[in-house]
């Protein structure tokens, strides 16, 4: 009977866990994560047309990618983008406006092929219907002048968005998502606050729009409640790219001080993981959070501040039992007194992703720390 009850209680805790940021049913769609260089990074090495060999995605440091870009002339940079989009276009250390470039130019060809997809009489009409889903998100994602600073096409679809002007911000946020977030979704409700650009849109706004704000679906997130929210598999792969897009702003940007990096649920995991050090954030926030991977703020580096978000009585995220068995679950509550994070208010929030809604006291604290004021 003693095993029927762990047995039990593993059971309902992985489901517990599991919604750490799942925002839907359970799931048994595990996610497989994109990892490795950028589609045609192949061609990209091989081109060496300028009498450059081009770092290689696999391997060079954004540091070794802007050292490249820097030989080269305006001219040969764009060559470059029109050759290689999707590979300029998700490349740490390349410079930032090439990499809209880049992205305009990838988001246009994806445009194309889909909607030739949506009409090829060899394809089923689930195949058009899908096509017809794809070529609109590339068509709004190219409407107006969006500063797109990753797209990624593979499997869900990665995507990062910029607000404001990351050439002239004296400060720099990233807001890191979680669960159920992707090429498709990131911005699926406009003027939602609970969407990865509704944050970061909302919290330009709170600064007065003197912090430039990128709204970062890099990683490929969770699906629904699942184990694949309970785990670490996808936070692991999802911190070794918030680790370069961190490295690669530090090149390419020149803001008083590096990102302050704003982590959402799962995304907190996935901060947790990435263990920004201070030459790449300056400071750290976690909200609605199932847990950091880590016992304690003292795993994490100690030089960059780590604040913690209260929890609204309407955020289930409160129901997660905060605990790490048989590689299932995240660890210690970041908002526990013992854990060593800097305590910030929830008032006038409501539910898991309102943290960032007008009004509240969370955004406001949020925005004074995108500028730096409060450390």
Known sequence: MGKFRVKRAI???TVMLAAVLGLGGFSTDAQQAVTGPPPGSAAWVADTAFGLHPPDPATA??????????????????????????????????PVQLRYRANTLALTAELGRELARATDPALTPQDHEQARTR??????????????LVFDPRDRGEVAEVFGDLATARHTAVVVPGSDNDLENFDRSPGSY????????????????????????????PVGIGLGAATEDLARAGATRLTRLLDGLAVTTRPQAPATVFCHSYGSVVCGLARPGPDQASGVVVLGSPGMGVGSAAALDPRVPLWATARNDSDWIGRVPYVSVLGLGHGADPTAPGFGAHPLPATGSEGHAGYF????????AFAAIALGLDR
């Open 11 to 13: 059971a309902a805790s």
């Open 61 to 94: 440091t954004p540091a070794e990618v802007s050292a490249f870009f820097a030989e080269l002339t305006p001219a040969q940079q764009d060559a470059l983008a029109v050759r290689h989009p999707l590979v300029v276009g998700n490349l740490d250390g390349a």
């Open 135 to 148: 070529a609109e998100r590339y068509r709004a994602l190219l409407d107006g002048d969006r500063r797109i």
């Open 194 to 221: 609970g969407t990865p650009a509704g944050m970061a849109r909302s919290l330009h706004r709170a600064t007065d729009r003197q912090s430039a704000v990128i709204a970062w679906t890099g990683y490929t997130t």
């Open 357 to 364: 809604a007008p009004g509240t006291a969370s955004l406001t």
